[in-house]
């Protein structure tokens, strides 16, 4: 629905049933369902496309007080609040003080919908990107528990945006997302007019409003000072504008790169005579030169520094709970637009209350934290050297270790899913990546510090700790490998053992220490080689174990690290395919079985989202902060250990339900909620996958083993959904299906894959290794039977 088309004067009818009331005192919420269904079809609940909530209708509702006033109304006043996106109901009293109160609460409804007519206002006519960004500034102004979280200077910036000249915020908007350098008036003009014209006398009239407000700097060629370098000043300009100057001084050029090369040596030539006189007076060549160029350039202009500051924060801060990578890919904008055109939508209704960024931040002090620690973490992705990485790493342990206890406690008591927006776990998160650099660089002195920090982020209990047992072996290795040190490598390994990690964790940290006890050199001591075979004895999670298939295929030459390819040759021509494509194929062909898919995870996160899709996508009453935004493909707790916990009796039930039900009935309920959900939205339904493939699994596996499968994807919050095996096999004759694992010659599998297979042949599901080459068998550590 278009800003355009919005009766701002048409009322709404709202019953109580469908009013969500939340209480938000003493950071509890209590919400009642909100029905978001739309069967009558002539209401329209939100404006601008869904970005701000407003009253298309207003709302009546009775109610029968005790005592009622003969001057008084019978009806229970309500509106809709754009800031609490949800509905009010102020209701009367035969009290003195509460009614009192409800004019109190009148007036500021008419002010606060002063405050909503002038920004209508003022966005009308505008294109969507702008209005975007006029829709956070504007909720942000309107939510009292937002505003302390940007500084003073910002706030008071973001208040004078409706006082900038039309169309002034369209250039801010544009200039934001483009690099941070000057721009030439024409550049301006252009990204001023967009799709319309803009005069010439208007354009600046525009500029000097976004000046005198603080959003533009201005850059005079009258200015002495050398703001543009020589290089910054010749880029701006236009290749005929330098062939101008380069005539002007009797250069002789054709082509940009030619003018800018001979402006640079005529400015380290020597004054003459002739140049004296040419020039006016005794300036340099340099000096000459320089004022061509900014005569030329003319006035430039640029986002100030508060006015982008503001902007990128006030991003973080209204998107938060989105995947920040769209942010940093300057994809935000598309992103926006598909959702308002409806092609890539998100799971959550916009009926639906969310929480927002004052959930996390206490003050502005810790938003602030964050975003230093942000910052960094995007100059690490940024950088590329090894060097300059390794320099980050070393600076990030430093801060790390500079976090006092009482700020750390602060940060521990938020909520598991709430701490990817903390100091310390995003310097964790950069450490962590980090090790792989300074274990590339091979300097004593870095892989000293690999070790300080693995031993750091193991101390710590409450960053990220599902890698824990990844981080022990991964010390154990650099310890053994590049410091030479087996025994200390031993030690660390059973201290691995006896921490208490969970059982499937330990698989992990089992392939190290056999490693480390069956090396024939620079072996650990008897003692030591003793304690850690009693943990390797008790391992049956190997390859081995597991049933497998062997294929003799002679692969194509491969000139390079990529994947193998098989050639096949039939009656259609030559078929070239990739390892896991042949295997379909295989399988297909010896008649077993008669459809195939190379899905791995995705397949059994499908049908775990059409399963409990009511479970993962409905707020729980008494938590904040799982959903920040209605651009969250996920809840924030999702792939954390919390999430089963958030929802323990709801999941249990459902395993339950899934278990006694007849497969009839649970692919009708999945085929429902298919139906339900639009094709071009984002969340763990792939729709690669057909319904008709969907259902043909869910089919062959029966409901036991569909509840076996979904179990763990809920107990992990769907973490564990990598290391499914690559390929699906179904037979919808005879009911069979498998797993398989596709492996070449030269590959291994990771523990996560075997883990699932061993999980699948526990509970029933048959799964299989597909070894395909010409030396298959070679490898001591797979099932050669």
């Known amino acids: 629905m278009s800003v355009e088309n919005l009766d701002m004067s048409a009322p709404i009818e709202i019953s109580d049933d469908e009013v969500t009331i939340t209480d938000r005192s003493n950071n509890s919420m209590n919400t009642t369902t909100l029905n978001c269904s739309d069967t009558s079809g002539d209401t329209e609940p939100y404006s601008l496309d869904g970005f701000i909530q407003t009253p298309s209708k207003a709302i009546n509702t009775t109610e029968t007080p005790t005592k ?3 001057s008084r109304s019978l009806s229970t006043p309500k509106y809709f609040s754009p800031s609490k996106k949800r509905c009010i109901s102020l209701k009367t009293s035969p009290g ?46 309107q939510d009292n528990s937002l505003r302390p979280l940007l500084d003073e200077k910002s706030a008071e910036l973001l208040k004078r945006s409706l006082s900038v000249m039309k169309p002034g915020m369209r250039i801010v908007c544009r200039l934001f997302w483009r690099h941070g350098v000057w721009y030439r008036l024409d550049n301006i003009k252009k990204i001023a007019e967009g799709k319309s014209n803009v005069e010439g006398s208007t354009i600046h009239e525009v500029l000097n409003s976004l000046i005198e407000q603080g959003f533009l700097d201005t850059l005079d060629p009258n200015d002495p000072r050398d703001i543009l370098t020589y290089d910054e000043l010749v880029d701006l300009l236009k290749a005929d504008e330098l062939k101008d100057i380069c005539k002007w001084f009797k250069l002789k050029v054709s082509k940009k790169e030619e003018a800018k090369h001979a402006l640079r040596k005529f400015c380290k030539q020597k004054v003459n005579i002739k ?16 004022k061509a160029l900014k005569t030329k350039v003319g006035c430039c202009y640029k986002l100030t520094d508060l006015a982008r500051t503001t902007l990128k924060e006030l991003y973080i801060l209204m998107y938060l709970g989105m995947d920040y990578s769209i942010i940093r890919e300057n994809q935000l904008e598309l992103t926006l637009l598909n959702e308002k055109t409806n092609r890539e939508t998100y799971p959550l209704p916009r009926c639906m209350v969310t929480d927002n960024a004052s959930v996390v931040f206490k003050d502005r002090q810790e938003f602030e934290g964050y975003l230093r620690a942000h910052d960094i973490y995007e100059e690490f992705l940024a950088t590329v050297e090894t060097v300059p990485k390794c320099g980050i790493v070393k600076r990030v342990y430093d801060l790390h270790n500079a976090i006092t206890e009482e700020q750390m406690e602060s940060y521990t008591n938020k909520s598991q899913w709430l701490l990817r927006f ?59 490998k590049l410091l030479l040190w087996p025994d200390e490598a031993a030690s660390i390994l059973l201290e691995g053992f006896e921490a208490g990690l969970p059982e499937e964790s330990l698989e992990v940290l ?61 009656e259609r021509g030559v078929n070239i395919q990739d390892a896991e494509e042949y295997c379909i194929d295989y399988y297909i062909n010896g008649g077993k079985y008669t459809h195939g898919g190379h899905w791995e995870g995705r397949i059994l996160m499908t049908i775990f989202f059409l399963l409990f899709w009511d479970i993962i996508y409905n707020s729980i009453q008494g938590l904040r902060g799982i959903f920040l935004s209605h651009y969250q493909v996920f809840p924030l707790d999702m792939f954390t250990d919390s999430f089963y916990r958030n929802r323990k009796t709801l999941i249990d039930e459902k395993l339950k339900e899934i278990k006694e039900s007849t497969i009839e009935d649970l692919i009708e309920k ?114 050669r039977d």
């Open 68 to 70: 009622v006033s003969p």
């Open 96 to 141: 003195k003080v509460k009614r009192n109160l409800n004019y109190a609460l009148k007036d500021a409804i008419m002010v606060k919908a002063d405050n909503e007519n002038e920004f209508y206002n003022y966005t009308e006519g505008l294109d969507d990107n702008t209005k975007f960004l006029l829709t956070i500034i504007h909720n942000y102004l």
């Open 275 to 290: 140049s004296f006189f040419v020039g006016g007076g005794g300036s340099a060549n340099e000096n000459r030169v320089m």
């Open 422 to 480: 903390t100091p310390p776990y995003v310097y964790v998160k950069v450490l962590e990546e980090g090790i792989q650099y300074l274990k590339k660089d091979k300097v004593n002195e870095n892989l000293d510090l690999a070790v300080k920090i693995l031993t750091l982020l193991i101390k710590q209990n409450t960053f990220r700790q599902h890698k824990k047992a990844g981080w022990y072996s991964e010390k154990a290795l650099i310890v053994d």
């Open 510 to 570: 089992k392939v190290r220490a056999k490693l480390l006890v069956q090396r024939k050199t620079n072996c650990v001591t008897d003692s030591l080689k003793g304690k850690l075979q009693k943990y390797i004895d008790c391992n049956d999670v190997v390859e081995k174990n597991i049933r497998a298939n062997h294929i003799y295929k002679v692969p194509m030459c491969s000139p390079g690290r990529g994947k193998i390819k098989f050639e096949t040759r039939t």
């Open 670 to 783: 999945m085929e429902s909620v298919w139906n339900s959900r639009p094709e071009n939205e984002l969340s763990g339904i792939n729709r690669s996958i057909t319904w008709a493939q969907v259902a043909g699994v869910c089919t062959c596996l029966g409901t036991g083993r569909i509840s076996s499968l979904v179990r763990r994807l809920a107990l992990t919050g769907g973490r564990t959904q990598s290391g499914v095996p690559d390929l699906t096999m179904w037979n919808e004759l005879t009911k069979e299906i498998t797993f398989v694992e596709v492996k070449t010659d030269t590959d291994k599998p990771s523990i996560k894959q075997i883990l699932w297979m061993h999980y699948m042949k526990q509970h029933g599901v048959d799964t299989e290794f597909c070894y395909v080459g010409v030396n298959t068998t070679r490898c001591k550590a797979r099932n």
